[in-house]
């Protein structure tokens, strides 16, 4: 019996044991109390940090030696635990590049934010969330400015910010600028096992091949001017191609902004050909439904005030003050206060703003050739064939212009420019069901207009959502090389 | 819609009545302070109030960590420890991540049996009688237990002694089966005991370095960060039939055939005999059997075998004549050497070729097996496996009494003779006459070679206990009691790394629920047993360490010399052996010591042997019906082993490839009619699976490739054995590939 005793408190004293906290530390807290007036770590990484600050002309940037990246990735760990940041969170990737058929080659690919000199993000942000740092060229992100709205995401060809869920806004590599200006190195330079990073100081120069990308298979680098150097004894192979180039990543569909986009184009075109009041104020309520559902876009909406901010350089600014016009111009419209030609003026101007959105990301799907067709489609299909449930005799032109409409959406498949085949991929792959019932809706709205107007105005309407979708989910983004 | 979802859970910040808010509380969550503790800036919301050092429990290069905790004691977030002499600072990534799977939801919190939450009083009454009523049945053999490389060494040791000479138990082995029995082996045979003669300096020393079946870039990035290291602008030479991370940062690399490497090293005796390379000096005054290994690599004329060996005449040339002019030559081997159907004679080939060109006890040289888990050498030396404790051996008298006297117990308590290997006790089940299995910290139904003969052999066992951190791996579902154990970090002790050195590790972390350390558990176990008294003096792992010592003196892994834990702290850990020395007291050791440098060995005579055998062809080669080689190894540097843990940590997870991948070479591919990112099926005559194809060249053809860490691979694998180590040969086996769209 006392043996039995003995058996269970010792399960308890040792639960007890087990769950006491804090003898590690008691022992050897004592050899590092002091006070370093420099990090341990320093020892290792000062020579890979600039000693002198950038002049004018100059900026701070990463240089990245591919000889000795190996494909380790602490850089990525290191920067997710020095930066203390979520749980899958990390400002630095690292992708895989591969050779071809008959090259055995690989290399491992890491890279943060390039800090370009003309960063894509700053001047596609339409509340000025972004600074580039006149001191040291670090593109800064001011996490408290942000609304969330991710057009950086969609601007950045690099694939560099990053939407943070919890926190509705976006956030990326500052290039630990307070490391920077206490004189350490930043976390991946610091963490990095074979001393491949490093922060250099650059000139802004004209450079003598702007054109060239920083990597096969990148955009060309006169975009935005990245300032990371990869250096390396033997150059990265032409014909190397991403790990992930065959399976290129199937974008997000953005729902609000497909609504905001089909609605608001509706609405211009609902007025464009507004046969009656009921055309008039369906345009109006459009326009309400499809601005308002641009809010839901956003991770801040209540900061989005500020959104006339960057309307210096933001096509999305500009296009938030075109709506913001619109809506009182359809408004004024319905109740006969203004004239057809201004409300469709300022309709027009809007739609023109949106495609502007898209084509300035530089996104091959997104082409101004590609992009003004499908808006400016979209207001006049929906438009004329709002147009023919209450006038038949629109309904051959709006089936004649459906039928151009999908011609010119289906002429994509046939670019043979090497840039949209990560589209094409997406377009004849995942997206394949959703492109085929694009298009099918596209011609039933098409054939049952001739027949019952009403029926092939719904449908047609859609089809143009379909459309959107798809508009959205295969613009395949310029990335840098991943992994799978 | 989905940020509208999104931002359900999140908050909605009120905007400042100022156009540009350039600070704020989002701002500010990301700001760096100085960390104090020479840590330079760190994450404001994770300031340490106070550090603790420990070692990694990955891998065995065995890299120092400085954990950051909270006023509770309680780790809150890790960096690389600047001061320790083996990684200078720099972990890799599994490292970074050391602390995100102790908090990982599918924790086992309370003992499991039959699926259903006990205590653990239950729970060790049910272990007790099970395997009592069992032993009393079929005898002291029906039982086995599986240890492992991942727990401390106090704690294997305790499990060992516990399981043979506590419960009466003759078979035990470890995981450590699956990596490093072919280089133990080899040692033992070459050079009397299983000594790995290297410390990491050498990796800066040689001017010569030649990587045999070794992936270092990935596999110890931190080994290979002493590579970068070195100043004497050396050539690397990687044997690999993969152009790997290494073989790209190489200056030659041989795309030798698979399991061609015996072949190759032979070439390169004959090759280094016919031009007089020979340190002659060396082979007369300190090794024997050199006559008999002269004689037999006359037959190995490198010219007659280039085609065997898939090396063109320029490549072996360029090959041999830089291993005749290395000064200060190393050579480095894992898992491509170490699981092979000839694995132990090919360690010993590239063993021979350091001895007879005297590249051994020397800066810069050495044959050099890199070990994998981060205890596995521990395990060699304490885990009283294969080895009675402390590297004796079951079978000699002399080593019983000696250990019996050591550990204080009755010397007829300790088995005359040696254990089983792993392969053999999972024979034993399906034969029937092993009924009862304990296994610790390890994941045969993952790891297993042919892993579907282990899963079918465990449904035959009366009693299957898994101790494990997580009740979810694969093959804690088929146990019929599982043990809710501490991971590491904590509990505290020994590990030993790769080059021999003892460092010691913290609890740093609040186990979950009930979950105990391994060690804590083995004494509840040795209670209930009733072998308690026995293990009075065992109270906790320092105590052990004390008892290790003891059982040490002697051998050539003795470490009378470390006084205690804080002297292996101190000392930025301590390479083994350290003997005792009366004079001189706490004094620091040398931090990289290498063996061998007086030229004796730990054989009889003390010279170093030759050993040798004739290659043969491996047992499944390819044919029309499977006809590629399939190789398996790491595929990435952030995942370990079965992912038990590597595979909680989201950042990790993002750092390799989401699906099974299959590398192809796009020609093979073509033929085949398969394209990039397509599915396939890969199928064995054991098994068949999907993977994804990814094309690259980096594979020969004929030749394709998966990373060891998904579960499926290891249904294909084929049950083939070093007869010398009993170590599996996981890379060379036949498969199928077809497309699957």
Known sequence: ?484 | MENARKRMNMKIQFPAMTFREIDGPLTHELVREPGRFGLGQVPVNRRPVAIAKSICGFCSTGCGLKIHLDEKGQAINLTADTDYPVNLGMACPKGWESLTPLSAPDRAVAPLLDGKEVDWDTALQVFCRKFEAIMDQHGRESVAFLSTGQIMTEEMAFLGALAKFGMGMIHGDGNTRQCMATAAMAYKESFGFDAPPYTYADFEESDVLVFIGANPCIAHPIMWQRVERNHHSPEIIVIDPRKTETAMAATQHLAIKPKADLTLFYCLANWLVAHDSLNQDFIKAHTSGFEAFQEFVKDYAPEKYLLELGLSEKQFDKFANSIAAGKRISFWWTMGVNQGHQATRTAQAIINIALMTGNIGRPGTGANSITGQCNAMGSRLFSNTTNLIGGHDFTNALHRAKVAGALNIPVERIPDKPSLAYDQIIQGIEDGKIKGLWMIATNAAHSWINQKRFKEAAKKLDFFVVQDMYSTTETAQLAHLILPAGGWGEKEGTFINSERRIGVSHKVSRAPGQALADFHIFRLIAEYWGCGPMFRAWTSPEAVFQLLKEVSRGQPCEITGIEDYAMIEHSGGIQWPLVQKSEVRSQKPEQERRLFEDGGFFTDDGKARFVFEAPCAPPEMPDDEFPFVLLTGRGSSTQWHTQSRTGKSAILRKLHTSQLQIDLHPLDAKNLGVRDREKVRVSSRRGSITAESRLTATVQRGQVFLPMHDAAVNQLTLSVFDPVSRQPSYKHCAVRIEAAG
């Open chain 1, 1 to 484: 019996m006392a043996a039995l005793e003995h058996r269970e408190s010792l399960i308890d004293s040792l639960l007890a044991e087990q769950s006491k906290m804090g003898t590690a530390a008691a022992c050897f807290s004592e050899w590092h109390d002091s006070d370093q007036a420099e990090p341990l770590q320093s020892r290792y990484y000062r020579n890979l940090i600039p000693f002198k600050k950038p002049e004018r002309g100059e900026q701070y940037a990463f240089e990245v030696n591919l000889d000795q990246c190996t494909g380790c990735k602490a850089c990525v760990t290191a920067c997710h635990s020095l930066n203390g940041l979520d749980d899958n969170e990390s400002w630095r990737d690292v992708g895989l590049l591969l050779g071809d058929d008959y090259t055995p080659y690989q290399q491992t690919i890491t890279s943060a934010c390039h800090h370009c000199e003309d960063p894509a993000c700053a001047n596609g942000c339409p509340v000025l969330a972004y600074e580039k740092d006149a001191d040291t060229g670090i593109v800064r992100h001011l996490d408290d400015q942000c609304i969330g709205c991710s057009y950086c995401i969609l601007k950045c060809p690099y694939d560099v910010p990053k939407y943070n869920n919890k926190r509705g806004i976006v956030r990326k590599c500052d290039m630990c600028q307070s490391r920077l200006s206490a004189g350490e190195a930043p976390a991946c330079v610091q963490a990095c096992p074979t001393s491949a990073i490093a922060i250099r100081i650059v000139e802004f120069e004209p450079r003598t091949n702007p054109s060239r990308p920083l990597l096969p298979g990148l955009i060309a680098s006169d975009y935005t001017r990245p300032t990371t150097r990869y250096i390396s004894s033997n150059p990265v192979p032409d014909t190397a191609d991403a790990a992930d180039a065959a399976k290129p990543r199937t974008e997000q569909a953005h729902t609000p902004l497909v609504v905001m986009l089909v609605l608001t184009q509706f609405a211009t075109g609902a007025i464009l050909f507004a046969q009656n009041s009921v055309m008039r104020w369906t345009g109006f309520m459009a326009a309400l439904l499809g601005i308002g559902a641009s809010v839901l876009h956003l991770g801040q909406p209540l900061k989005a005030w500020r959104c006339f901010l960057g309307w210096r350089k933001s096509w999305l600014s500009r296009e938030i003050m075109a709506f913001g016009a619109f809506a009182p111009a359809a408004f004024g419209f319905a109740l006969n206060l203004i004239p057809l030609w201004l409300a469709g003026v300022v309709g027009l101007t809007s739609v023109f703003c949106s495609v502007m959105v898209y084509v300035d990301t530089r996104r091959p799907f997104w082409a101004a050739r590609w992009t003004a067709p499908r808006f400016f489609g979209t207001t006049l299909l929906t438009g004329v064939a709002f147009a023919a449930c209450f006038d038949a005799s629109f309904a051959t032109v709006a089936a004649i212009h459906g039928m151009v409409k999908l011609g010119w959406e289906s002429l994509y498949l046939s670019s043979d420019d090497p840039r949209d085949h990560r589209s094409h991929r997406l377009l004849l792959g995942p997206l394949r069901e959703l492109h085929f019932a694009r298009f099918i809706t596209g011609l039933l709205g098409i054939s049952l207009m001739l027949s019952s107007p009403i029926a092939g105005f719904i449908c047609l309407m859609t089809g143009e959502f379909l459309e959107r979708i798809i508009f959205f989910r295969a613009a395949a983004a310029w990335k840098m090389p991943g992994n799978a």
